[in-house]
């Protein structure tokens, strides 16, 4: 009975540890530039017209690459609001206001 519950030990352990060490590697998109973040805006907005009134958009001086996340912050104004996108390198964003 003792060897049944050490075998089942040492099988709960390596499956445990068998992830260890399998990180993703990070996409890095650092090279990119102001035709990704149209790309990446005019996509969102095609999905989400409801975001954006008139469907236009400017894009502000100060993107900025955060190399400990691997993403873009990304100033722009639409209407009458200031926003930034945080820009993905496989180019999903998210919007907030600034």
Same mark, same amino acid.
């Given at each position: %009975? *003792? *060897? $049944?519950?050490? =075998? =089942? $030990? %040492? =099988?709960? $352990?390596? +499956?445990? +540890?068998?992830?260890?060490? !399998? !990180? *993703?590697s990070k996409q890095e998109c650092s090279n990119e530039g102001e035709a990704f973040f149209t790309q990446s805006l005019d996509s969102y907005f095609v999905k989400h017209p409801q975001a954006i009134e008139n469907g236009s958009y400017t894009l502000r001086p100060g993107a900025r690459y955060d190399s400990n996340n691997n993403w873009w912050v990304v100033p722009f104004d639409y209407s009458d609001k200031?926003?930034?996108?945080? #820009?993905?390198?496989?180019?999903? #964003? !998210?919007?907030?206001?600034?």
């Amino acid at each position: %009975m *003792k *060897k $049944a519950y050490g =075998l =089942l $030990a %040492m =099988l709960c $352990a390596g +499956l445990v +540890l068998a992830g260890c060490g !399998e !990180e *993703k590697s990070k996409q890095e998109c650092s090279n990119e530039g102001e035709a990704f973040f149209t790309q990446s805006l005019d996509s969102y907005f095609v999905k989400h017209p409801q975001a954006i009134e008139n469907g236009s958009y400017t894009l502000r001086p100060g993107a900025r690459y955060d190399s400990n996340n691997n993403w873009w912050v990304v100033p722009f104004d639409y209407s009458d609001k200031k926003a930034q996108a945080l #820009l993905s390198c496989d180019g999903h #964003l !998210e919007i907030t206001l600034r």
